[in-house]
């Protein structure tokens, strides 16, 4: 049960199919029914919700990232590093860009499942005295069988970076009988873990941005970069 402060929902990877190749049947345009049901959400929830869906734009098709707010405002990001391993890459156009998403005084870098193995599009800059984000978000259907990887790489992503990690898994057996444990979790930088489920249910958290800004301050490794 969400409370009445909640300022963010977050739903996994294509989490109206599930991790699909058959676009034609399961694809959308914009501002159709998932669209729309986010949209009516997170006014209803009086919260943001993202997650992503399957979108098509003429003949392509995206693993696309949808960000809205209470207010309307919207972001998206379609998913870049496509798992070829499952031929993503021979059914999906690949994204050409990362974005950043300002929310209740957090940066937010949103990045999709596969992406979470190339370290170089979640780098967070330093310049100026300021951080390019502070939230690095995945959402993912990444399967049990390789749930080590996502449980250390999740980590690390927070550590080497200098900012929450959180990362919203699916739960359950797909159509193709691959079975999910979520291990859906909150790290911070400095590698604790905040958050943890590896089952079907809701999880909040709250976040501070001033203790992340001090622990930025106690400990600025980053400063040492090449």
């Given at each position: 049960?969400l409370?009445?402060?909640?300022?963010?929902?977050?739903?996994?990877?294509?989490?109206?199919t599930?991790?699909?190749?058959?676009?034609?049947?399961?694809?959308?345009?914009?501002?159709?029914?998932?669209?729309?049901?986010?949209?009516y959400?997170?006014?209803?929830?009086?919260?943001?919700?993202c997650?992503?869906f399957?979108?098509?734009?003429?003949?392509?098709y995206?693993?696309?990232?949808?960000?809205?707010?209470?207010?309307?405002?919207?972001?998206?990001?379609?998913?870049?590093h496509?798992?070829?391993?499952h031929?993503?890459?021979?059914?999906?156009?690949p994204?050409?860009?990362?974005?950043?998403?300002?929310?209740?005084?957090?940066?937010i870098?949103?990045?999709?499942?596969?992406d979470l193995?190339?370290?170089?599009?979640?780098k967070?800059?330093y310049?100026?005295?300021n951080?390019?984000?502070?939230?690095?978000?995945?959402?993912?259907?990444?399967?049990?069988k390789?749930?080590?990887?996502?449980?250390?790489l999740?980590?690390s992503?927070?550590i080497?970076?200098?900012?929450?990690?959180?990362?919203?898994?699916r739960?359950?057996?797909d159509?193709?009988?691959?079975?999910h444990?979520?291990?859906?979790?909150?790290?911070?930088?400095n590698?604790?873990?905040?958050?943890?489920s590896?089952?079907?249910?809701i999880?909040?958290?709250?976040?501070?941005?001033?203790?992340?800004?001090?622990?930025?301050?106690?400990?600025?490794?980053?400063?040492?970069?090449?």
């Amino acid at each position: 049960q969400l409370t009445n402060s909640t300022d963010l929902i977050i739903l996994p990877e294509t989490f109206s199919t599930g991790f699909t190749m058959d676009v034609e049947s399961f694809a959308e345009p914009m501002n159709l029914h998932t669209h729309k049901w986010m949209r009516y959400m997170a006014r209803k929830a009086d919260s943001a919700i993202c997650g992503s869906f399957i979108v098509r734009e003429g003949d392509a098709y995206f693993n696309r990232f949808l960000f809205i707010t209470p207010t309307g405002e919207e972001y998206s990001y379609d998913k870049h590093h496509l798992f070829r391993m499952h031929d993503e890459h021979l059914h999906f156009t690949p994204g050409k860009k990362r974005i950043i998403i300002p929310y209740k005084g957090f940066n937010i870098c949103p990045l999709i499942c596969y992406d979470l193995r190339f370290p170089e599009i979640a780098k967070n800059e330093y310049k100026a005295e300021n951080f390019t984000y502070d939230i690095l978000m995945y959402v993912a259907n990444w399967p049990e069988k390789r749930i080590i990887a996502w449980d250390s790489l999740l980590q690390s992503r927070s550590i080497e970076n200098y900012a929450y990690s959180v990362g919203a898994n699916r739960v359950g057996a797909d159509g193709n009988g691959v079975t999910h444990c979520g291990h859906s979790a909150i790290f911070h930088p400095n590698g604790h873990r905040l958050a943890f489920s590896d089952q079907e249910e809701i999880i909040q958290i709250t976040l501070s941005k001033n203790e992340l800004d001090g622990y930025r301050k106690s400990f600025p490794a980053y400063l040492d970069r090449d």
